[in-house]
């Protein structure tokens, strides 16, 4: 299996900038076999959304709510992936969660998605 741990969430003024950063770990197997890597953000009262993804080749896509602020990177040979925040709104302000997409990953009877425990990134006005 999987396992996300998720760091360098915290409070920022708006305008500012914070780094996420999401370390997978796990089988050899299951780490290598990672496609989809995510960050999605969930506020208080909302439902979770996708921020950004990257495909283990290096694809990435971008919500157009964050497109220009926000970029997401991986380094497969550490198994984490970034997500870079600059120029922060108070509507920023959420739990962001990593999330890892592993499909092969069933064919050892492991699950195919997992969860990070979250971060809070708060925005203050």
Do not use: H
Not at 10 to 37: E, K, R
């Amino acid at each position: 299996q999987v396992q996300l741990v998720e760091s360098g969430g915290g409070l920022v003024q708006a305008g500012g900038s914070l780094s996420l950063s999401c370390a997978a770990s796990g089988s050899t197997s299951s780490i290598n076999s990672i496609d989809i890597m995510a960050w999605y953000r969930q506020a208080p009262g909302k439902q979770r959304e996708l921020v950004a993804a990257i495909g283990s080749g290096g694809t990435t896509n971008v919500v157009d709510s964050v497109k220009g602020r926000f970029t997401i990177s991986r380094d497969n040979a550490k198994n984490t992936v970034y997500l870079q925040m600059v120029s922060l709104k108070p509507e920023d302000t959420a739990v962001y969660y990593c999330n890892a997409w592993c499909p092969l990953c069933t064919a050892v009877g492991d699950p195919n998605d997992y969860w990070g425990q979250g971060t809070q990134v708060t925005v203050s006005s």
